[in-house]
T-cell receptor, first 114, second 111 residues
């Protein structure tokens, strides 16, 4: 089975712009979670989608949003980028809605905001 | 106090050593305990997870959970330079609850 894929792998954006990141989960997985990873804060949970519905949400401002499509693929969007949004954005998928302890991560999208 | 505490290291050991990586936690309701390995500039890779207390072994890796002490460990036997990575622990209440991650311990295995 193919693993979790994320596109693009690298992005450079300017402060104030917006960005959309994409994630394709492992085939058959229905839960997709997004995380932000920085050296200072570690891995921080953004949100989780299951069956096209946002089921869990972390403590991030409304500039961070996401969605999930009927094929379980997910996108996250960050509007009005700030320098502090520079991070590795990770997507993780789980097979079912009750096994979110067993998450498989993609390679991440490294976002640099200048 | 953070929910999950993990020493960031780095932990430097010679090849062949037994490595012990540890996490402590404060929420006694956690039921699932996971260990991830993350190589530089890659996403975390799930090594193993354990339900409740006890030990679980997978090749050179052994995960140990002591719920009474709120302490978990990952042991790596016969460590190799290829084991050099950051190891993150994570814990979950189970079900649809999102795991809580430690900050990770950097491990360096030198030849």
């Amino acid at each position: 089975k193919a693993g979790v894929t994320q596109t693009p792998r690298y992005l450079i954006k300017t402060r104030g712009q917006q960005v959309t990141l994409s994630c394709s989960p492992i085939s058959g997985h229905r839960s997709v979670s997004w995380y932000q990873q920085t050296p200072g804060q570690g891995l921080q949970f953004l949100f989780e989608y299951f069956s096209e519905t946002q089921r869990n949400k972390g403590n991030f401002p409304g500039r961070f949003s996401g969605r999930q499509f009927s094929n379980s693929r997910s996108e996250m969007n960050v509007s009005t980028l700030e320098l502090g949004d520079s991070a590795l954005y990770l997507c993780a998928s789980s097979a079912s809605g009750t096994q979110t302890y067993e998450q498989y991560f993609g390679p991440g999208t490294r976002l640099t905001v200048t | 106090q953070k929910e999950v505490e993990q020493d960031p290291g780095p932990l430097s050991v010679p090849e062949g050593a037994i490595v012990s990586l540890n996490c402590t936690y404060s929420n006694s309701a956690f039921q699932y305990f996971m260990w991830y390995r993350q190589y530089s500039r890659k996403g975390p890779e799930l090594l193993m997870y354990t339900y409740s207390s006890g030990n679980k072994e997978d090749g050179r890796f052994t995960a140990q959970v002591d719920k009474s002490s709120k302490y978990i460990s990952l042991f790596i036997r016969d460590s190799q330079p290829s084991d050099s990575a950051t190891y993150l622990c994570a814990m979950s209440l189970g079900g649809s609850y999102i795991p809580t991650f430690g900050r990770g311990t950097s491990l360096i295995v030198h030849p």
